[in-house]
């Protein structure tokens, strides 16, 4: 089941149906209101358009004459010396990323003329005066924000090193790199009082096992369900103590007024699901038809363009503006942004370019470690679609720019390079 995740088209289909059967269930129960007829065209055709693009690609790569699952191009194997090489800096750039996360802290304790103790002893607070901090500071040029996000990016691709190593490493030096990665994204977490980083990192570590569960098909099989289940066992503990200790913390299941904690647990993890689409209805009911033209799509670039004093400066709410429908919510699907942005144009095409794209990388995330990273954000970011939009941050721009500049390594599988040497020897 979980290996039908990794296909683009599948995965888009599964979280967008989820979606739209608990918002009308939820409808249906009284909650949210009937959508508006531009919602559901717009929903309809954010389906439709990421559907035509992926089986676009799909369609005119089975047309092509040469063998799909064939690469020529030359590149560094990725063998386990450089694996370990990879994953101990990457490492290293997430302990340097948690020592940024500390000083910042510092930095918003001095600005809000309090201590560190006192910040953290109140995490509803802190929470608020770290969005306060970062609101305040989004067009200022920060050398630890710089450096956070470099850190940050160069420790995501570390997540998708140690997937591969689930999957191919036969010692028990994986689970040691497994602990120490997800103990540092846990403590990054707590501190930030988020759960959306270490359960990104998460995800690019269970898909990339996935993938690279794959690769070695049909000549060797996959593990066992049970062996399978075993390598991910510490992957998911790590991210169920960091949502309990943040609810700890923050009281999130605490706001819906239920009876038990277990209740608003798992009404908090519905309402994460269904809430979004409430919210976008509620912004389409609301939206004064003044297009941003790129601005929240491009935010990053945006950002530095006002830094260079090439754009005019504007107020942006970077956690989103909130809205009770009926309960607080600040995410509006990736929709919104398109539509924002674009209007219905936006809403047609982007979704189509990104099934194109998921599609044409497919094969390629198979066979190099720099694809295989692209390709694991752009299922995060179908993933999250009916979520936010994932790409709103510069660290995942970084984290694909360091792929292709630095990890640049084929991804080993006895079953393709037998095939590419009879390929090349073909050709010759």
Known sequence: MIRR?????????????????LYLGGMHQGMFPSPLPMTVAMILLNVVTFTLGYLTWTLFRGLD??????????????????MGRMLKFTLAMGVAALALEM?????????FDTNWRDLINDPEQFRIRIVAFITESLYQTSGTVMLLSITSSLFSIGFVLLGVL?????????????????????????IHLSRYEMTSNFLYMVFAYVV????????????????????????????????????????????YGLSSRLQGVLFHFYWYIAGPLAAFNEFIANFSGDHQWGQS???????????????????VNYYGEKVLVPYMSNVYTYLRNFYEDFGVLGVAV??????WTSAAIREKA???????????????????SFYNYYLSSNQIYLQILFGFVLFRYRIPDGQQDSMLRRYQESST
């Open 5 to 21: 995740l990794t296909n683009p088209l599948g995965l888009f289909l599964l979280i967008w149906g989820a979606a739209v059967i």
């Open 65 to 82: 004459p040469s063998p799909a699952d064939i690469e020529t191009i030359p590149a560094r194997r990725l063998t386990p010396q450089a």
């Open 103 to 111: 000083q910042r802290v510092l930095a918003i304790a001095s600005r």
């Open 166 to 190: 689930l999957h191919t490493d036969r010692t028990r030096k994986k689970y040691l790199y497994a602990t120490s990665f997800l103990a540092v994204s846990l403590a990054i977490g707590l």
């Open 212 to 255: 690279a569960s794959r690769m070695d098909q049909p000549t060797d099989r996959i593990p066992r369900r049970s062996v399978s289940a075993r390598r991910l066992v510490v992957p998911v503990a790590g991210v169920v103590l960091l949502f309990f200790l943040i609810d700890v913390l923050l009281h999130k299941s605490g706001e």
């Open 297 to 315: 799509m491009f935010l990053p670039l945006y950002k530095w363009l006002c830094r260079f004093h090439l754009a005019q400066e504007v107020e």
């Open 350 to 355: 982007v979704p189509y370019v990104l099934g």
């Open 366 to 384: 198979r066979r190099h470690l720099q694809y295989l990273n692209l390709y694991l954000v752009l299922l995060l970011f179908i993933l999250f």
